[in-house]
C-alpha cells in the first residue's frame, strides 16, 4: 500500500521544516503517529519507539515499531524507516516527507509505504489516507503558533 498526499502550507520551508525533520514533532500534528519516543540511534541516525494509530468510529487500530531516519537533505526531504533489530521479518513501513516552496508557501509531499497486510484494504487505507489529509490543518496550526528560527 502506497499513499501520497499534498499538502498545502502557507508558510515558507524555513516555517515549516522543523516540524518535519524529526519525527518526535509529528503527533502535535499528524495524529496517525501518535506516540514518539527516542531510542538509541541507527547507525548514527536519530530513531523512535512509534506508535501509529488510526481510529474507525469509535475503534483503534494500532501498531508499535521501530523507526530510524534513514535520508534527510536539509529543508528538503526526509525519510523514516522501519529498523527493527529483533530477528524476525517484519513488513516495510516508510513514511518519506518532501518539502517545496510554492507561490503560496510551502507544499509538503507526504507519502507512507506498507508492504505488509495487515493494514491494507478497503475501509482502513481510507482511514490512513484520511489522518494525512487531515494533517494539513494542524500542521499550519502548529507551524504559525512556532516562534521562526
Given at each position: 500500500m502506497k499513499i501520497?498526499?499534498?499538502l498545502d502550507v502557507p508558510a515558507p520551508p524555513d516555517s515549516v521544516?522543523?516540524?518535519?525533520?524529526?519525527?518526535?514533532r509529528y503527533p502535535p500534528w499528524m495524529r496517525l503517529v501518535h506516540r514518539v519516543?527516542?531510542?538509541?540511534?541507527?547507525?548514527?541516525?536519530p530513531a523512535w519507539d512509534v506508535e501509529l494509530r488510526a481510529?474507525?468510529?469509535?475503534f483503534a487500530r494500532s501498531k508499535r515499531l521501530r523507526m530510524a531516519r534513514t535520508a534527510c537533505d536539509e529543508c528538503r526531504f526526509v525519510r523514516f524507516e522501519r529498523a527493527q533489530f529483533d530477528g524476525r521479518d517484519h513488513a516495510e513501513w516508510t513514511l518519506s516527507t518532501t518539502l517545496t516552496e510554492s507561490d503560496a508557501g510551502s507544499v509538503v509531499t507526504a507519502?507512507?509505504?506498507?508492504?505488509?497486510?495487515?493494514?491494507t484494504g478497503g475501509i482502513?487505507?481510507?482511514?490512513?489516507?484520511?489522518?494525512?489529509?487531515?494533517?494539513?490543518?494542524?500542521?499550519?496550526?502548529?507551524?504559525t503558533a512556532s516562534p521562526r528560527r
Open positions: 501520497k498526499v499534498d521544516w522543523p516540524h518535519l525533520e524529526l519525527l518526535d519516543e527516542s531510542v538509541d540511534p541507527t547507525d548514527g541516525n481510529k474507525i468510529g469509535p507519502e507512507l509505504f506498507y508492504s505488509g497486510d495487515l493494514w482502513l487505507e481510507r482511514v490512513l489516507e484520511d489522518e494525512i489529509r487531515q494533517a494539513k490543518s494542524s500542521l499550519l496550526r502548529v507551524v
